[in-house]
C-alpha cells in the first residue's frame, strides 16, 4: 500500500486561474485541478498522452478542434471527457471555482479491458 499525501504533490499555479497538485508515477500521471470563476485555459494538444478528464464539481465549456472546426459543449459535475490528441481549451464562466481531475498515459494499443473488469479478489 501506498498513499501520497498533498503535500508530496507537485503544486503547480498558471497565470491563466488554475492550480493542479500533479502525483507523477512511472506509468501515469494523477492531477487534481481547480480552475477559478471566468478563466480560462490556453488551447493546447497532447502528441503521445492519453489525457482523461473527470469533473468533480461546477460547470465548464469544453472546446476542442476537429478538423479546422471549433466546437464546445458545456460539461458538469459527473462527466467524463476525452479530448484525445485534438487541440483543446477550457472555460468556467460561472462565479464558482471548477474542480476535476486529469489522469493522464501513455495508450499500447491493447485492449486491457477483460482484466480490468476482472482483476479483483475478495481475501475474506
Known sequence: MKITSQGKAKNFQS????????YSFPE??????????????????????????YIVEGEVVMRWKENGEKKEQAVKAGDLIEPGFVSHSLENKSYQVAKFIAVKFVLS?????DIIEKDKFYDE
Open 15 to 22: 497565470l491563466e486561474g488554475r492550480e493542479a497538485w500533479i
Open 28 to 53: 501515469y500521471e494523477f492531477q487534481y485541478d481547480e480552475q477559478k470563476p471566468h478563466t480560462v485555459l490556453k488551447w493546447h494538444h497532447h502528441e503521445k498522452i492519453w489525457e482523461t478528464i
Open 109 to 113: 494499443g491493447e485492449d486491457k479491458k
